[in-house]
Antibody, heavy 120, light 107 residues
């Protein structure tokens, strides 16, 4: 079955960077875009950006431009999200999600989420 | 950016009730609207995509309607497992924005 498995929880200090991985299985990794979404504690969902695993092309939300970097390693079917210059406002669960279907697409499935805690 | 306004933010209902959640986009998004269900501590799961298409495996008591800027999610007869938070999301244009969520609670 199609599955996305993310790396484990992280605790970082303000100003540091974090890199979260998302390993895909059950489908051809290069065939569908991978998106990243975050959710602060008790809050809603916020889209960060997407990566085209085939070309490596990316698109980032304006709020995260210059601070987020999406990359991938097609040899191991894994996508990565790196967020720099962390502040306490970046404390959240970070999800990867496959964009499935032609336009309109939907996010299906999602990874299990990775909690990133930013604290001094 | 396209704003997506979801209402109500919370809803109290009983098993067997029919409930409706609405989502309004700040501009026309055709049928580029998805609905997700999220339970505590879990990732969201798609219920409805392209405004009205039921995701495979999702019970038929869930339905979606609308096009343009106004959309609804209806649960025809609430079951105990439906008490969760529901989000709409537009896939028309980046940034792909979500509604604020509707928390469905047991009355």
């Amino acid at each position: 079955q199609v599955q996305l498995v993310q790396s484990g929880a992280e605790v970082k200090k303000p100003g540091a960077a974090v890199k979260v991985s998302c390993k895909a299985s059950g489908y051809t990794f290069s065939d569908q875009y991978m998106h990243w979404v975050r959710q602060a504690p008790g809050q809603g969902l916020e889209w960060l950006g997407w990566i085209n695993p085939s070309s490596g092309g990316t698109n980032y939300a304006q709020n995260f431009q210059g601070r987020v970097s999406l990359t991938r390693d097609t040899s191991i079917s894994t996508a990565y999200m790196e967020l720099n210059r962390l502040t306490s406002d970046d404390t959240a669960v970070y999800y990867c999600a496959r964009a499935y279907g032609e336009f309109p697409f939907r996010f299906d499935p999602w990874g299990q989420g990775t909690l990133v805690t930013v604290s001094s | 950016d396209i704003q997506v306004t979801q209402s109500p933010s919370s809803l109290s209902a009983s098993v067997g009730d029919r409930v409706t959640i609405t989502c309004r986009a700040s501009q026309s998004i055709s049928n580029y609207l998805n609905w997700y269900e999220q339970k505590p501590g879990k990732a969201p799961k798609v219920l409805i995509y392209a405004a009205s298409i039921l995701q495979s495996g999702v019970p038929s008591r869930f339905s979606g309607s609308g096009s343009g800027a106004d959309f609804t999610l209806t649960i025809s007869s609430l079951q105990p497992e439906d008490f969760a938070t529901y989000y709409c999301q537009q896939s028309y244009n980046t940034p792909y924005t979500f509604g604020q969520g509707t928390k469905l609670e047991i009355k």
